[in-house]
């Protein structure tokens, strides 16, 4: 049996309802890169009793994004957004309460059963969902900034859900001309996302101190950079200047494009790559692509899956028209729901059905059965 909490002495709840009991069944991801823990706990007095646990410590995690996150999780409200139902802190830690989704993230089904992508019609079910999801957003005023198969969350009963709701902001809107104005910000927290990023974000990354943010991010992340590689990333960013255009609403849009990718081939586009190549390919307008039998050519390194498959034209067409280097010639969400490849959904379906060899989380006597964590792995609810 797992560990029971019930009367939590110095807790403090952001919502008007007790401490609530639960017990613990295992960990099931990580979070914040690591920085927090992910448990499936199972809730006193809950229909379905299950929930998403995330422990986040403020000695390792600024306070203020947790904030932030809380704020937008209570504030936001649609069917495909990850929902809220409590949190509290004790000492040092923020205990943030979401409900549980049994198939986790899409990252968690690609990585444990298709390795070489999902199935197509799982894909435009996933689709539709996000874009609903990312259009309510975009009618807040909001872009998301964190589109990626590891904040989206499934149940097998075919419910999707957009999470990584810390990485949000709003856009101002002018008073005079009522338009709304760019955004020029580049933290840190956008930096462990390069591979989602559309080209008009990293742009604002060529200001000295959001280079500085992108190089301790790098360095976070492992990559070496020695004398000569730092001359090429400041020349490559500097390269791109700091625009005045900014970044807006269908920055989202090619993320969204990035997810598509990833989704069918399995991995993002860029992620065999040095980060300072892909932010030069980024920077020159590289368009990724699907992997099947129209784009590979002899000689291409791919599975021979990705190579026996054709994806229809019009899952070829929208990924592209998400992927274009040129915010303009983007389609805003609200058409991309009227793309054929979107409007070829017609009913949503279970997973089961669509993603056979996926499992759900199975809790057998108060226990995770047959479940492994991995460090590289998040549910989805860790990173909100």
């Known amino acids: 049996m797992g560990y029971h909490f019930s009367s939590l002495q110095g807790a403090r709840t952001t919502t008007p309802m007790e401490i609530p009991s639960f017990t613990i069944c295992g ?6 890169s690591g920085l927090a823990d992910v448990l499936l706990v199972k809730r006193e007095g809950k229909a379905g009793g299950l929930s998403a646990l995330r422990i986040l410590s403020t000695e390792f995690i600024d306070y203020e994004q947790i904030k932030k996150e809380v704020w937008f999780l209570r504030w936001l409200s649609h069917p495909n957004i990850i929902a809220f139902e409590c949190a509290f802190s004790v ?10 989704y049994d198939l986790c993230s899409v990252l968690r089904v690609i990585q444990a059963h298709y ?17 609903l999801a990312v259009q309510y957003l975009h009618e807040q005023n909001i872009v998301h900034r964190s ?8 149940s097998s009963n075919g419910a ?4 990584g709701l810390r990485h949000c902001a709003f856009l101002r809107r002018n008073e005079i001309t009522e338009a709304h104005e760019p955004l020029h910000e580049f933290g840190p927290e956008l930096a462990e ?29 492992h990559i070496i950079l020695n004398e000569t590689s730092n001359k090429g990333m400041n020349s490559t960013l500097i390269s791109w200047r700091a625009d005045l255009y900014g970044y807006g609403l269908l920055s989202d849009v090619y993320s969204i494009g990035i997810t598509l990718c990833e989704m069918a081939n399995g991995f993002p586009p860029f992620s065999d790559m040095e980060r300072l190549q892909m932010l030069y390919e980024k920077s020159k307008g590289t368009t990724p692509r699907l992997l099947d039998s129209t784009t590979l050519q002899e000689g291409d390194d791919a599975a021979s899956e990705q190579k026996r498959r054709t994806f229809t034209d019009s899952f070829h067409n929208i990924t592209n028209i998400c992927l274009k280097p040129a915010s303009e010639h983007r389609w ?13 959904m017609k009913k949503t379906r279970s997973f089961n059905d669509l993603l056979p060899h996926a499992r759900p989380t199975a809790v057998r006597n108060g226990e995770l059965a047959s479940y492994s964590v991995s460090t ?9």
Do not use: M
């Not at 960990?27 to 914040?32: E, H, L, M």
């Not at 199935?119 to 079910?125: G, L, W």
């Not at 999707?160 to 999470?163: D, G, T």
């Open 160 to 163: 999707v859900k957009l999470a």
């Open 27 to 32: 960990q099931i991801g990580r979070a914040y």
């Open 193 to 221: 996302g390069l591979l989602w990023l559309a080209p008009e974000i990293l742009k604002q990354a060529s200001n000295s101190r959001s280079l500085r943010s992108l190089k301790k991010v790098l360095f976070k992340l």
């Open 376 to 384: 590289s792995l998040e549910q989805g609810t860790g990173e909100l």
């Open 332 to 344: 805003p969400v609200a058409r991309l729901l009227t793309h054929p490849f979107v409007r070829s």
């Open 115 to 131: 390795k070489h992508g999902i199935p197509e019609k799982a894909v435009v079910q996933i689709l539709k969902h996000v874009l």
């Open 91 to 100: 000492d040092a830690d923020v205990y943030v309460l979401t409900p549980f």
């Open 147 to 154: 589109i990626r198969c590891s904040h989206i969350l499934l």
